[in-house]
């Protein structure tokens, strides 16, 4: 059984520490690139359905601004803790950085069930977070997106909130929104999609003919399913995938029809027919050519890395494999492309939708989906070509420390020549 460390901020820690290592960063550039250089924690009271006041706890962390303003999800879930924040908010600054677009990172979170709550307690739990931080973001600080168990309407909500704090519209302080009040066409499936052009780069560079490769997809919520569809395209077969409570398998390739109606109908994959029933950890284990986990963070470790037999990962959800196991798969001579170079399609086009609103100019989807594919691919050739630089002088590293390399360059130059060390 494994014994390493599973904090998440931990292991974002490790992770940059492992990359100052090898590019022989600044130590004082690496002093201030381990810690976030703001962390807000915030108490909310909240009228209930049954007249009651409740206080949740909530956090948003600025993680770095080197770069330009804050950019990361605000989640709401019963296990919510600023470790996870504050990971995150590490993550969006290296994901920005590596896009090369211009915003730095953070994140926030509320400790709260969402799935308990009616829409006029979320609305109202909404509205109360965006006051207990106003001070904390806008347009030119920090820029808010969805993240777990939020939506576009509960960002519409909070933009509306926020508004009515400055006295003015100002719907450039959210990203997310629906497109009724100026959300960006193309930003639902943006996550998926980006990483489908990261996963054609990669299959080229790896010799994996996608017509007919099996894919397996740990998760299927938003990214999942549209991962799951967008795969399909690729000419490729998804023969696994799974929720919470389970997976299942067919050789022959699933039916995404199906799989959606039975979700609808139970809440759970488990049920449907003419199929074979696999646990998350058995589907992590599969043969295949594409291991896609799209779930929860801490996935792939230690315990099992070494049992995976797919040719390739592509990380869709966040952090989704640890250190240890990035060391084994690294070994094994298995690509494990990071999530914050795969899931980036996401902010990407959370960028496009806050310069939209500050231009007041608005873009169709065919021209914000051609414009996330050619950072996509930039960003994909940038680890490539990093990873080909480090092997002329005689040192292998992996697409994750490609990536970290690149994105914490970008960072670290930027507190250079603004003078922070």
Known sequence: MTTEELDPFKISQEQLDTAAGI?????????????????????????????????????????NTARGP????????????ISTVKALAAWMTWKCSL?????????????????SMNDEELENLSRAYVRSIGRFIGPKVDVPAPDVYTTPQIMAWMMDEYSKLEGHDEFGVITGKPVEVWGSQGRFDSTALGAMFVLREAAKLHKINMKNAKVAIQGFGNAGGFAFELVKKLGAKVVAISDSSGGVYSKAGLDYQKLSEQKKKTGELSGIKGVEKLTNEELLELDVDVL???????????ANADRLKARMVLELANGPVTPEADRILFEKKVPDYPDFLVNSGGVIVSYFEWA???????????????????????????VIDTQAKFAKQGARISPRMGAYIVAVDRVAKAMKARGWY
């Open 23 to 63: 590019m022989k960063l600044d130590p004082a550039a690496h002093a201030l690139l381990r810690e976030p250089m703001q962390t807000l924690t915030v108490n909310i009271p909240v009228k209930m359905r049954d007249g009651k006041t409740r206080t949740f706890q909530g956090f948003r962390v600025h993680y």
């Open 70 to 81: 804050a950019k990361g999800g605000i989640r709401y879930h019963p296990q919510e803790n």
């Open 99 to 115: 896009a090369d677009i211009p915003l730095g990172g953070g994140k926030g979170g509320v400790i709260c069930d969402p799935k």
């Open 292 to 302: 896609i986990p799209a779930a929860l963070e801490n996935q792939i470790t230690g």
């Open 356 to 382: 939209q609103n500050t231009q007041n100019w608005y873009w169709t989807e065919d021209e914000v989906n051609k414009k996330l594919e050619g950072i996509m691919v930039r960003s994909f050739n940038s």
